[in-house]
């Protein structure tokens, strides 16, 4: 009995079918690997798997910030001629000098002696008021509205000659006045200047105590109010 001749091995059924195997595995191997490494890259300094969050961008605020500004610089009045209620308001002005000042409120603009309404020389400070139609001339002064005035400045704790206001300058009560030789004291009830504002006057050659109340006005010449 011959021997049986013994087929080459590509000739055999399963040796194709093993192949069909393997090469459909190496495709899909391949295929798999190229997306593993799409999906394995990652931005750096994030954790693989975890998707990305956006960063938030911040949204500017329309709203605009306030800005303080700085307090506008008081109106002032320097020599001159004003007529009420066209060069300025009418209404309460204080009156600073450093020197011996004049002020002058008229009628009108004549220029006569029956158009002064009142007028007075001073020194340091005084206060005025005046109506529409007046006319106020001013002169050594520099004029503030009575609310923009600069603070008084004292010496040794007392007010120096000038015109000051009660309730506002100074608190009411008793107060001693000290002049210099021989000095001058008046109360008034307003700060118009004319002789029935007058409250009362002296002449002093020695200290005099004298009481002021709200709302009334104490001008010192050639004299100083010790405050208390």
């Known amino acids: 009995m011959g021997r049986k001749e013994k087929k080459p ?3 055999k059924w399963w040796f194709w079918t093993l192949a069909v195997l393997i090469i459909g595995a190496i495709a899909v191997g391949t295929g798999t690997g190229e997306d593993n490494t799409a999906a394995s890259q990652t931005t750096p300094g994030t954790t693989p798997g975890i998707p990305l969050t956006p960063t938030a961008t911040p949204i500017p605020d329309p709203t605009p910030k306030p800005t303080s500004a700085p307090a506008p610089e008081p109106v002032t009045y320097g020599d001159g ?13 204080t009156l ?13 603009s004549t220029g006569s002696l029956d158009s002064i ?8 400070r005084s206060i005025v008021t005046v109506d529409d139609g ?28 000038g015109m000051y206001k009660v309730g506002f300058d100074l ?10 030789e021989s000095g001058y004291v008046e109360l008034s009830k307003d700060s118009l200047h004319t002789l029935d504002s007058i409250l009362l006057n002296d002449i002093l050659t020695g200290e005099q105590y004298i009481t002021v109340e709200n709302g009334q006005y104490i001008k010192l010449s050639g004299a100083s109010l010790k405050m208390k």
């Not at 000098?97 to 009628?107: L, P």
């Not at 309404?117 to 340091?124: G, H, K, R, V, Y």
């Not at 107060?175 to 210099?180: E, G, R």
């Open 81 to 93: 001629q004003y007529k009420v209620g066209e060069d300025l308001a009418a209404g309460e002005y």
């Open 96 to 108: 600073v000098s450093d020197t011996t000042a004049y002020f002058e409120i008229a009628k009108d």
């Open 134 to 161: 007046q006319y106020l001339k001013i002169n050594g002064c520099i004029m503030y509205a009575f609310a923009d005035a600069p603070a008084i400045s004292m010496e040794d704790g007392s007010l120096p000659e």
């Open 171 to 180: 608190n009411p009560g008793e107060y001693k006045v000290i002049p210099k």
């Open 9 to 11: 091995i590509y000739k």
């Open 117 to 124: 309404l009142a007028n007075d020389n001073f020194s340091n």
